[in-house]
């Protein structure tokens, strides 16, 4: 519900002014004044009557206006109303000067000295007003927001906000009793941007914008491009200084431009935040982000994952979102530290080897009234038709990517992590609800666009600005496209008509295998051609392979428990499923919890089952993961064509009867490797597997070893080729296929 706009005052036995225009001084303390920088402060009288001072200051009982440079020299400021406004006519000056104010509160015997906020100029400079009406303003978050400045020798903090149809934007804090009528922004009219310095307020300042909109409604809004917030039902925003913190990345920084990750290994291990680990013999409170600096990331290291991916880590109010409705698209989450804290964990990732992506959101926005929403009382970010603004499943708005201040705001975003964090990616979430106008929608609930079809045009065209800005900006970094349609190009050059992303996430691969894999092996048969479609279009996109939160959440169970049969059953389905996850083509992807089979569906508000690690088939499952990754970094053949087609070929894929398939993988420079995967519980003893090449074939992968808790089938460490051909190719093996398990060979 809105606030209620104060009232106007009443004068009751105020000095008179010859200077200051009645209706003016009402304007003022009522709030009201259309130009308060116009009126307030100090300017010169007409006729060169010298210099009036004018202040609005409802909580002094007395008022000096007092020289900057000669703090003796003071002249006294007449009450004019009762509701706190002030003037200082000073006769002898003829122009004006540097002052402070010097005050002495109600309720108070203290004085105040201070600078008067409207004694200053425009805070934003002709260009950055008009960079940002054109939607060019790439590095707004240099500008808006809170900064601290400093104007000759008066420190404080600046304030800067988009706000084009509220019809009077203030700042209110700590620092002035959270009294919208002190500290009235001055409105940019050309560009909507409201603006104000603040003398003398510093970092760790608590405030928010007080907002008058069109219809007279008062309201408080958290600032949109603030650094550092509250969170949860307080919502206030901070003042952060972001130029404090010294990284100590630069060699990763430097190695990273020159990242070709297309034709390198990227294993990826998928991280919420607040439920990876807690700490319960302190009430079950979250990890802060300097003790996931060191219990996290070692952990990571030791797994051998090339990246870390966060789950939403941008401010936002409800745990249970899972941060997916985003509350500051400029602030990391105050519930695990400070922007610098945060700023430390990714340091420490890049200081052993290890890349961070962000999650990030936008598709869509929450209706919390202190956030984004109705912004100046108008549809400012969202659309104001709910066919076209409005996610009815998701309780959330859309994004306006066709207002350039809006599609600027998020681009700039974008770019503010990578610049201001060092962060090496971000996950687009949810790029099929954006680029659909009827996605999720009945008929008759969509409008479509100006050719009436159902692409929206503006998504797809602010898609295509946000990935170029980003790889211009920032060489070697990553853009996902978490994207489950079959839109064409999602990571193909925009030059060729794609959306230009690096990667996207294949969800039908996911879909599908583990489709199959929930299947008995005694119906595995029927079903064969799910686990061998991914082939088919495995090449369309750059694809990575996803086991993401989506698949442990809702009633969908651990993968652990999607696996059938008994404990053991469960423990080699799951082995032989990764291991094929590893040797397919496509880059990887692994949500927290799956790596040492977590058994428990994933709960947000609870620790991952760290104590299943004391049973010997998780220790076995987590040993495998750090092996498949090590193997997966080393061997050429298994990253290095990924995206290509000369870098797979089949030598089985018809064996349904026996649920068995094997394949080949090769790397630019012809190494090479064979793998053959046996998705049933019996045994294959002189299984023939052909292979193109003659020599000796290195067993590297046996998901059936005994030290992943395995039955110990093998292959002896290795294997001869014979001579003959076998399944199209030139020679063969004959091998023993353990059961439910993935083996695969380099040849020497």
Same mark, same amino acid.
């Given at each position: 519900?809105?606030?209620?706009?104060?009232?106007?005052?009443?004068?009751q036995?105020?000095?008179?002014?010859?200077?200051?225009?009645?209706?003016?001084?009402?304007?003022?303390?009522a709030?009201?004044?259309?130009?308060?920088?116009?009126?307030?402060?100090?300017?010169?009288?007409?006729?060169?009557?010298g210099?009036?001072?004018?202040?609005f200051?409802?909580?002094?009982?007395?008022?000096?206006?007092?020289?900057?440079?000669?703090?003796?020299?003071?002249?006294?400021?007449?009450?004019i109303?009762?509701?706190?406004?002030?003037?200082?006519?000073?006769?002898?000056e003829?122009?004006?000067?540097?002052?402070?104010?010097?005050?002495?509160?109600?309720?108070?015997?203290?004085?105040?000295?201070?600078?008067d906020?409207?004694?200053?100029?425009?805070?934003?400079?002709?260009?950055?007003?008009?960079?940002?009406?054109e939607?060019?303003?790439?590095?707004?978050?240099?500008?808006?927001?809170?900064?601290?400045?400093?104007y000759?020798?008066?420190?404080?903090?600046?304030?800067?906000v988009?706000?084009?149809?509220?019809?009077?934007?203030?700042?209110?804090?700590?620092?002035?009793?959270?009294?919208?009528?002190l500290?009235?922004?001055?409105?940019?009219?050309?560009?909507?941007?409201?603006?104000?310095?603040?003398p003398?307020?510093?970092?760790?300042?608590?405030?928010?914008?007080?907002?008058?909109?069109e219809?007279?409604?008062?309201?408080?809004?958290?600032?949109?491009?603030?650094?550092?917030?509250?969170?949860?039902?307080?919502?206030?925003?901070?003042?952060?200084?972001?130029?404090?913190?010294?990284?100590?990345?630069?060699?990763?920084?430097?190695?990273?431009?020159?990242?070709?990750?297309?034709?390198?290994?990227?294993?990826?291990y998928?991280?919420?935040?607040?439920?990876?680990?807690?700490?319960?013999?302190e009430?079950?409170r979250?990890?802060?982000?300097?003790?996931?600096?060191?219990?996290?990331?070692?952990?990571?290291?030791r797994?051998?994952?090339?990246h870390?991916?966060?789950?939403?880590?941008?401010?936002?109010?409800?745990?249970?979102?899972?941060?997916?409705?985003?509350?500051?698209?400029?602030?990391?989450?105050?519930?695990?530290?400070?922007p610098?804290?945060?700023?430390?964990?990714?340091?420490?990732?890049?200081?052993?080897?290890?890349?961070v992506?962000?999650?990030w959101?936008?598709?869509?926005f929450?209706?919390d009234?202190?956030?984004?929403a109705?912004?100046?009382?108008?549809?400012?970010?969202?659309?104001?038709?709910?066919?076209?603004g409005?996610?009815?499943?998701?309780?959330?708005?859309?994004?306006?990517?066709?207002?350039?201040?809006v599609?600027?705001?998020?681009?700039?975003?974008?770019?503010?992590?990578?610049?201001?964090?060092?962060?090496?990616?971000?996950?687009?979430?949810?790029?099929?609800?954006?680029?659909?106008?009827?996605?999720?929608?009945?008929?008759?609930?969509?409008?479509?666009?100006?050719?009436?079809?159902?692409e929206?045009?503006e998504?797809?065209?602010?898609?295509r600005?946000?990935?170029?800005?980003?790889y211009?900006?920032?060489?070697?970094?990553?853009?996902?496209?978490?994207?489950?349609?079959?839109?064409?190009?999602?990571?193909?050059?925009?030059s060729?008509?794609?959306?230009?992303?690096?990667?996207?996430?294949?969800?039908?691969?996911?879909?599908?295998?583990?489709?199959?894999?929930?299947?008995?092996p005694?119906?595995?048969?029927?079903?064969?051609?799910?686990?061998?479609?991914s082939?088919?279009?495995?090449?369309?996109e750059?694809f990575?392979?996803?086991?993401?939160?989506?698949?442990?959440?809702?009633?969908?169970?651990?993968?652990?428990?999607?696996?059938?049969?008994?404990?053991?059953?469960?423990?080699?389905?799951?082995?032989?499923?990764?291991?094929?996850?590893?040797?397919?083509?496509?880059?990887? +992807?692994?949500?927290? $919890? =799956?790596? &040492?089979?977590q058994?428990?569906e994933?709960?947000? !508000?609870? @620790?991952?089952?760290?104590? *299943?690690?004391?049973?010997?088939?998780?220790?076995?499952l987590?040993?495998?993961?750090?092996?498949?990754?090590?193997?997966?970094?080393?061997?050429?053949?298994?990253?290095? +064509?990924?995206?290509? $087609? =000369?870098? &797979?070929?089949?030598?089985?894929?018809?064996?349904? !009867?026996? @649920?068995?398939?094997?394949? *080949?993988?090769?790397?630019?420079?012809?190494?090479?490797?064979?793998?053959?995967?046996?998705?049933?519980?019996?045994?294959?003893?002189?299984?023939?597997?052909?292979?193109?090449?003659?020599?000796?074939y290195?067993?590297?992968?046996?998901?059936?070893?005994?030290?992943?808790?395995?039955?110990?089938?093998?292959?002896?460490g290795?294997?001869?080729?014979?001579?003959?051909?076998?399944?199209?190719?030139?020679?063969?093996?004959?091998?023993?296929?353990?059961?439910?398990?993935?083996?695969?060979?380099?040849?020497?």
């Amino acid at each position: 519900m809105a606030l209620k706009a104060k009232k106007k005052s009443k004068k009751q036995g105020a000095s008179k002014s010859k200077f200051s225009h009645p209706d003016e001084v009402e304007a003022i303390v009522a709030a009201d004044h259309g130009n308060p920088f116009a009126f307030l402060g100090m300017h010169e009288i007409e006729g060169g009557g010298g210099v009036v001072v004018r202040v609005f200051q409802p909580y002094a009982k007395s008022m000096q206006v007092v020289r900057a440079s000669a703090p003796d020299e003071s002249w006294e400021a007449h009450r004019i109303d009762e509701g706190g406004f002030f003037e200082a006519v000073i006769a002898e000056e003829k122009a004006i000067f540097d002052y402070r104010l010097k005050w002495v509160p109600w309720d108070e015997k203290r004085e105040i000295s201070e600078a008067d906020p409207y004694s200053f100029g425009t805070v934003l400079g002709e260009q950055d007003v008009h960079y940002f009406a054109e939607g060019r303003h790439r590095q707004l978050y240099e500008q808006f927001g809170a900064h601290g400045k400093t104007y000759g020798d008066v420190t404080g903090m600046s304030f800067v906000v988009w706000a084009p149809n509220a019809r009077r934007v203030s700042v209110v804090g700590d620092f002035n009793r959270w009294d919208g009528r002190l500290h009235i922004m001055r409105k940019r009219v050309e560009a909507g941007v409201w603006e104000i310095f603040l003398p003398e307020v510093d970092y760790g300042a608590h405030y928010k914008f007080e907002i008058v909109g069109e219809d007279g409604s008062l309201f408080l809004k958290s600032d949109p491009v603030a650094f550092f917030s509250q969170h949860g039902t307080q919502t206030a925003s901070i003042t952060f200084d972001l130029k404090k913190y010294r990284w100590q990345d630069g060699e990763w920084m430097k190695k990273r431009a020159k990242n070709d990750l297309y034709h390198e290994p990227v294993s990826i291990y998928e991280v919420h935040l607040g439920s990876w680990a807690r700490v319960p013999e302190e009430g079950d409170r979250f990890l802060t982000y300097r003790e996931m600096a060191e219990r996290l990331v070692e952990y990571v290291a030791r797994l051998g994952f090339t990246h870390i991916e966060l789950m939403p880590i941008n401010e936002f109010p409800y745990d249970g979102s899972w941060g997916y409705q985003v509350g500051s698209y400029f602030a990391p989450t105050s519930r695990f530290g400070n922007p610098d804290e945060f700023r430390h964990f990714v340091d420490c990732c890049h200081q052993r080897g290890i890349g961070v992506i962000l999650d990030w959101v936008p598709a869509h926005f929450p209706k919390d009234s202190h956030a984004l929403a109705r912004f100046d009382g108008t549809e400012l970010y969202e659309h104001r038709d709910p066919r076209e603004g409005e996610h009815r499943d998701w309780g959330t708005l859309i994004f306006n990517y066709g207002r350039n201040e809006v599609a600027n705001f998020l681009i700039a975003s974008a770019l503010f992590w990578m610049d201001q964090y060092h962060i090496d990616g971000l996950r687009v979430d949810a790029v099929a609800s954006m680029i659909y106008r009827d996605y999720s929608r009945k008929e008759g609930e969509w409008i479509p666009n100006q050719h009436g079809g159902r692409e929206n045009l503006e998504a797809i065209e602010f898609l295509r600005h946000l990935n170029e800005a980003c790889y211009d900006r920032y060489p070697g970094i990553m853009m996902l496209a978490e994207e489950s349609t079959a839109f064409t190009g999602v990571s193909r050059p925009t030059s060729t008509g794609g959306l230009g992303f690096g990667f996207k996430w294949n969800m039908g691969w996911m879909h599908d295998f583990l489709e199959y894999m929930q299947e008995d092996p005694v119906h595995r048969k029927y079903h064969h051609g799910e686990a061998t479609f991914s082939m088919i279009y495995a090449y369309h996109e750059n694809f990575i392979l996803v086991l993401s939160h989506d698949e442990v959440v809702h009633g969908k169970q651990s993968l652990w428990n999607k696996m059938p049969g008994d404990r053991w059953q469960k423990c080699a389905n799951l082995k032989m499923f990764y291991a094929w996850m590893f040797v397919h083509p496509g880059k990887k +992807l692994l949500f927290m $919890g =799956a790596e &040492f089979g977590q058994t428990h569906e994933w709960n947000h !508000e609870t @620790s991952l089952d760290w104590h *299943l690690l004391q049973y010997p088939e998780h220790q076995a499952l987590q040993k495998l993961v750090r092996d498949l990754n090590r193997i997966y970094k080393e061997e050429p053949a298994l990253h290095d +064509l990924d995206h290509e $087609g =000369a870098g &797979f070929a089949w030598i089985e894929h018809g064996d349904a !009867e026996n @649920s068995c398939f094997a394949f *080949l993988r090769r790397s630019r420079d012809g190494d090479l490797m064979v793998f053959a995967v046996n998705a049933t519980p019996v045994p294959r003893i002189g299984y023939r597997l052909g292979v193109p090449e003659a020599g000796f074939y290195d067993e590297v992968i046996n998901t059936d070893s005994e030290v992943y808790a395995g039955g110990n089938l093998g292959n002896h460490g290795g294997l001869h080729s014979r001579d003959g051909g076998w399944q199209g190719q030139a020679h063969h093996l004959e091998l023993t296929l353990p059961p439910l398990a993935t083996i695969g060979f380099r040849l020497r």
